[in-house]
């Protein structure tokens, strides 16, 4: 059953793939890197990418994913742009596709602020734009045709639902509980509504209490910097509530150099987002207690939007992916495996 599955949407991949490419091969669009040489002719979809930066293992595997499904096999030409975790990157990306005529732009916006002015002169230079990952929050809704990415909020409820179950599996339901709370780019999606759920969490529980909030931009070196520091004058501490994986290993490396005990059955729970490969690893040892999926694999996604574009037909404004949980109770050896990022 599960290898026809695997087959059935085998097909279908390359059933997009392939009615991508009959496309390609016939719409021709004026375009170039270069804005100066508007006249060169090139027969692929032109997309112009506008990233976030290299923060996470999640951006470097969305990266690779949206890479190697907008291919120039798959009769596309990707510009690429890395904003380096900038917004003023993003700007200067996007106003250059519009200079550029490309067919579509793609933006994995930073934080959710800030982008009508933009959007809006892509819109007025008519080349539809797609967003992916986190959200933008825009007064007219036409400023994108597409949004797709995780349900952001879903994810932080389902952390906060298996908090409490695991501290009743404990016994320590009643007992107080002292949370460091881990926050990523602040304005991003993923940072507003996990931060959101944990908020929510803690306020329906009077004996938690959010302890020290640290703000580690998804990244591992500022999370372990601001923990080391955190550790210097406060020790109890129950749960971190990691807003990423990266945060995590962090965390996870100030918590060994201050001689605390993370892990197991007794040790300070570790509650990461996204569930890459070495974060499962970590989860399998026991040292990370949660890890919530976030998937990053868009690629795909987007060319199927972009397919639907290119029929004249509407894909769904907002499309959510789906995603599971990992705990260190249930996390098999089977499951890493299988993970390919
Ligand atoms: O927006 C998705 C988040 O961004 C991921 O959780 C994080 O790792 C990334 O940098």
């Not at 009769?75 to 550029?100: C, H, M, P, T, V």
Request: aromatic share 8%; glycine share 6%.
């Amino acid at each position: 059953m599960k290898a026809f599955v695997g087959i059935r949407k085998g097909l279908e991949v390359m059933a997009v793939i392939l009615t991508v490419m009959l496309i390609a091969s016939c719409s021709k669009k004026n375009v170039s890197d270069n804005p100066e040489a508007l006249d060169t002719e090139k027969e692929n979809v032109v997309i112009g990418f506008s990233q976030v930066g290299s923060e996470s293992s999640w951006r470097v595997a969305n990266s690779e994913s949206m890479k190697s499904a907008l291919s120039e096999e798959n009769g596309f030409e990707l510009i690429f742009d890395d904003a380096k975790q900038k917004q003023e990157n993003q700007y200067k990306a996007i106003r250059r596709f519009i200079q550029q005529n490309v067919d579509y732009i793609v933006l994995a916006p930073i934080t959710e602020d800030g982008w009508d002015d933009v959007l809006i002169e892509a819109r007025k230079a008519k080349i539809p734009v797609i967003i992916v990952d986190r959200k933008v929050n825009v007064r007219e809704s036409s400023s994108y045709v597409s949004w797709v990415g995780s349900d952001f909020a879903w994810e932080g409820k389902k952390a906060v639902d298996w908090l409490e179950d695991e501290l009743e599996l404990r016994g320590m339901q009643e007992n107080g509980i002292n949370i460091l709370h881990l926050k990523g780019t602040i304005g991003a999606t993923a940072q507003l509504m996990r931060t959101e759920e944990l908020e929510k969490g803690a306020a329906k529980h009077d004996n938690w209490t959010v302890v020290g909030t640290l703000e580690g931009e998804y990244t591992e070196a500022k999370s372990y910097e601001l923990t080391k520091e955190f550790l210097e004058t406060q020790k109890d501490i129950d749960v971190v509530y990691c807003e990423n994986d990266n945060m995590a290993f962090g965390v996870m490396r100030a918590l060994d150099e201050a001689g605390l005990k993370y892990g197991g059955e007794d040790g300070i729970i570790i509650i990461s987002f996204d569930a890459v490969s070495s974060a499962l690893e970590e989860c399998l040892k026991g040292n990370i207690s949660l890890c919530v999926e976030c998937n990053p694999l868009h690629g795909p996604r987007v060319m199927r939007i972009i397919d639907q574009l290119e029929h004249s037909m509407n894909p769904p404004k907002l499309s959510y992916v789906e995603e599971t949980l990992f705990s260190y109770r249930t996390i098999t050896r089977e499951i890493i495996d299988e993970r390919k990022y």
